[in-house]
Structures are given as C-alpha cells and as structure tokens.
C-alpha cells in the first residue's frame, strides 16, 4: 500500500476515534468530569510509557532537559490542554455534544486570527469572509443560546492555542505527550488521592468494568494521537486539514442522534453558516495550496535532452 493512501487512513482513524468520544466518556459515569480528567492524565502517562519502552527511544530525554524553553513551553501546552479535556469531558457529560462540535468547527478560524495577532499573517479576502462568517455564526448562536456559547469558545481556542504552542515547542507527539503527562501527574494524583482519602473516588468502588473503563480513559487519548502522528509525516498539510473536519462531523452527528439533542431553527442556521465559513476556508486553502504547487513545478528545470 502507498504510503500516502496508508497516511490517510491513520488520519481518518485518528480523527475518527477522535470524533467518537461522545460515546466513551458518558460510560465513565456516575465519576464526576474532575475524576474523570485526573484519571485521563494518569492513565496517558502510562500508555504513552508504554509506547516509549516498546520503540526503545528515550534519547530525546537528554536533548529537551538541556532545553528548558521547550519544558516550560510543554508545560504550559499541559496546563492548556487540561482546560481543554476538562470542559470538553464536562460538556459531552451535561449533554452539550452538539455545542463541543461546534468548538472544534471554529477552530480552525480561530488558528487563523492566532496567525493575524500573534504571528502578523496577512489574510486572503477569502479568509476574511471565512472569518467574517464565523463571527457572524457566533452571534447567531449566542441569541439562539441565550448567552455566549462559551463551551465552544473556550475548546476553540485552547486547542488553537495548544497547538500554536505545541509548534513553537518542536517535538515529537508522543514525546511531547510524556512530558505533558508528566507534567500534569502530580496534580493528578493529589486530586485522585483526595477523593480516596474523604471516600468519594469512584475508582474500584463502581466495579471493576468501571475502573477498566477509568483506565481506558490513558489508552483512547493516546492510539488516536499516534494513528494522528503517523499520517502527519505521510500527508500532505491541505489533506490533514480536511480530513479534521470528520471529528466535529461525528461529534455532532453523536450529539443530534445519540445524545437527542435539541437543535431548534436558529440552531441550524447558526451551524450553517459555519459550515459555509468553512467551506469558503477549505476551498480558498486547496486553491492555494494547488497555486503553489504549480509555480514550484514551474520553477524546477526541466530535465536535460540528449
């Protein structure tokens, strides 16, 4: 098999699994969405271990403890996809799948203002309108909700920023995983421990499916990761950035069918005009990419005759 067919398919797995979890984390009931998170980063560190004693690499250890700009960069990077796991575990558990879709719809809009503020991009008209349009979906849904829909704001943003810091930092998924993971294991356990100590910790007292469901929790955050990892040096950027596109869809699909979620008038208006935000933002994106791709062979001499 190509290895660029075998690059998809670890993307769409990847984003597939991602996708899915609507479905995993309502099993993890009647544990609270803090019992749930503190076990999600304890079990991670373990299964990325794991991997790390399976591929025999550990040489990047010596290479990130004599950069200490990349430690405080992953543990910020830590401390930003805490928040992230934790309100997206406590919106699928409170039944807002449907409004945690629409925050990774966003986010790749949210990427682009990084690019603006951040980093002094200049935008194409066309990304403009994109952006323009999800603001305008915002507004439409903030007086659909009655308020900000901040459930999506807030996973918008903090992935977009986890992911601008996670490329500023420079290293590798799953090595990056173990420094997060361990990162945020202290924090982990002291809060596992307290639930342990007043006896309010669901692990082992919900039976024993419950604390291999707990545990699992380490195993589904990492396989997708990986099956991610694999496909980024196998794909093309332009075809990752349309295969993330399967993760809300589930997402949302999970919470209109699965969950029954109302979607009111307003509702799907709001989400249409995302999906249009998003369809400007695709189309301009491949028109790009397929520009460049043409002047770059343009540019290369053609080979010489006899």
């Known amino acids: 098999m190509p290895e660029s067919r075998r690059g998809v ?11 899915l979890f ?9 544990s609270s969405a803090l019992e749930i998170l ?47 796991w934790g309100v997206y575990i406590y919106a699928v558990n409170t039944g807002h799948v449907v409004e945690s879709a629409l925050g990774y719809f966003i986010n790749p809009l949210v990427s682009v203002l990084f690019g603006v503020v951040l ?3 200049r935008l194409r008209p066309l990304q403009w309108a994109a952006v323009g349009l999800g603001a305008a979906a915002v507004v439409v849904l903030t007086v ?17 920023t986890y992911g601008l810091v996670k490329k500023t930092a420079q290293v590798g998924a799953v090595e990056s995983m173990a420094v997060e993971t361990l990162v945020l294991l202290p924090p982990a356990l002291a809060y596992l421990g307290h639930l342990a100590w007043q006896g309010t910790g669901t692990f082992g007292s919900a039976g024993a499916g419950h604390a291999l469901l707990l545990a699992g929790a380490g195993l589904v955050t990492a396989v997708p990761l990986i099956c991610f990892s694999a496909a980024a040096v ?15 869809v589930l997402q949302f699909l999970c919470g209109v069918f699965v969950a029954r979620e109302v979607m009111p008038p307003s509702r799907w208006a709001g989400f ?19 520009a460049a791709h043409t002047a770059r062979r343009a540019e290369q001499p053609e080979p010489a005759t006899a």
């Open 9 to 19: 398919l670890y993307g769409i797995a990847a984003y597939s699994m991602w996708g």
């Open 22 to 30: 609507p479905l995993y984390w309502p099993l993890l009931k009647p």
């Open 38 to 84: 503190a076990h999600r980063m304890a079990w991670s560190l373990v299964a990325v271990a794991s991997i790390l004693v399976v591929r025999r690499h550990w040489s990047w250890i010596r290479e990130i403890a004599r950069t200490p700009r990349k430690i405080g960069l992953l543990a910020l990077a830590a401390t930003i996809v805490t928040v992230n």
């Open 119 to 121: 980093l002094k991009e």
């Open 144 to 160: 659909d909700y009655g308020r900000l829909p901040w459930i999506a704001m807030v996973l918008a943003v903090t992935f977009g």
């Open 234 to 248: 196998r794909v093309p950027l332009t075809t990752l950035g349309l295969l993330q596109y399967i993760a809300p």
């Open 272 to 290: 249409a005009i995302v999906w249009l935000a998003l369809s400007v933002f695709t189309y301009d994106s491949l028109r790009t990419a397929r």
